[in-house]
């Protein structure tokens, strides 16, 4: 009797101990999956911008999964993937007293701060982050658009659909990250800090 006691809690022991092992393992693969890249930087544009720097990370995950030297096939390069356009509109935005190049947008601290600004203008203008995800890709003008369209945009606020297939990917996989960052490191509210 009491030696099927002491194996059964030594089974109770084994299956707690497998589970936390499970359970570190599991945090370690999705903490390299979704890393806090050029988190100082993050940190302090997102504080300045005023936006949460778990929207930061996951649109960095889904534009260029932290690759600094990325250029997509429409010319948006960096980190927070933005064309030289959108960058040299941004600089009439956030006035440095540097005139920037599209070059520098392959320079973490320039990408990411006006990838922040561009979301903080985004958040503004658009209430619902789904709509200002589909401007932050789209662009402005097509998201306009497509909110005085009836068929698209009921009260012209909200999105119905996104009519653009790579528009609606990258708004679901931004939103994945987004969900997956706010979990994985517990931000805080907007600006905040996280725990992890």
């Not at 589970?19 to 300045?48: K, S």
């Not at 999964?65 to 250029?71: I, L, S, V």
């Not at 990917?169 to 600006?191: C, H, K, P």
């Amino acid at each position: 009797m009491r030696r099927s006691v002491k194996t059964i809690l030594l089974l109770i022991v084994l299956v707690v101990i497998g589970a936390a092992v499970l359970r570190l393992g599991h945090d370690y693969f999705m903490r390299t999956a979704y890393p806090l890249g050029y988190r100082e930087i993050v940190e302090e544009e997102a504080r300045t911008q005023g936006v949460d720097p778990a929207l930061v990370y996951a649109v960095m995950k889904a534009e260029s999964n932290f690759d600094p030297d990325a250029t997509s096939h429409a010319g948006a390069r960096g980190l927070m993937q933005i064309t030289p356009d959108t960058f040299d509109w941004l600089q009439t935005k956030l006035r440095e007293g540097v005139s920037y190049t599209a070059d520098d947008l392959y320079t973490p601290r320039v990408n990411i701060r006006y990838g922040c600004k561009f979301l903080q203008i985004l958040q503004d203008e658009y209430t619902e982050q789904v709509t200002a995800l589909s401007a932050y890709n789209a662009g402005m003008g097509t998201v306009n658009r497509w909110l005085r369209d009836p068929s698209i945009s009921e009260d012209g606020v909200e999105l119905n659909r996104i009519p653009y297939p790579e528009t609606e990917r990258y708004v679901s996989a931004v939103l994945r990250n987004y969900q997956t960052y706010r979990e994985l490191y517990e931000f805080d509210e907007i600006g905040g800090t996280f725990h992890g």
